[in-house]
């Protein structure tokens, strides 16, 4: 069973930087993909990015340009720069793991951290 335990969340102000981390451990499939969700008070849950094994990634557009999505297979783990922080990416941020098997739907997430960004 694959386990995912995040890190690095915080207060900043407006225009700081933050940096995530999730290590994955367990039984990982060499192929896979990592990323992070975001959910702000009273609003769905969003993908932010992802990034398969083989190093493809995915930026929602309201982090293009500002956040950058890495990892470390070795390590199992995927971090989340995030530059030029805005009010707006205040929320909990949630690592996941998908694989092709579940057709890439997150099958794991890992238990949360709080992004708060202040004006």
């Known amino acids: 069973q694959v386990q995912l335990v995040e890190s690095g969340g915080g207060l900043v102000q407006a225009g700081g930087s933050l940096r995530l981390s999730c290590v994955a451990s367990?039984?990982?499939?060499?192929?896979?993909?990592m990323g992070w969700y975001r959910q702000a008070p009273g609003k769905q849950r969003e993908l932010v990015a992802s990034?398969?094994?083989?190093?493809?990634?995915n930026y929602a557009d309201s982090v293009k340009g500002r956040f950058t999505i890495s990892r470390d297979n070795a390590k199992n783990t995927v971090y989340l720069q995030m530059n030029s922080l805005k009010p707006e990416d205040t929320a909990v941020y949630y690592c996941?793991?998908?694989?092709?098997?579940?057709?890439?739907?997150?099958?794991?997430w890992g238990q949360g951290t709080q992004v708060t960004v202040s004006s």
């Open positions: 996941y793991i998908s694989f092709p098997s579940d057709n890439w739907v997150p099958e794991r």
């Open positions: 990034i398969f094994s083989t190093g493809t990634t």
């Open positions: 367990g039984s990982i499939f060499r192929l896979n993909a």
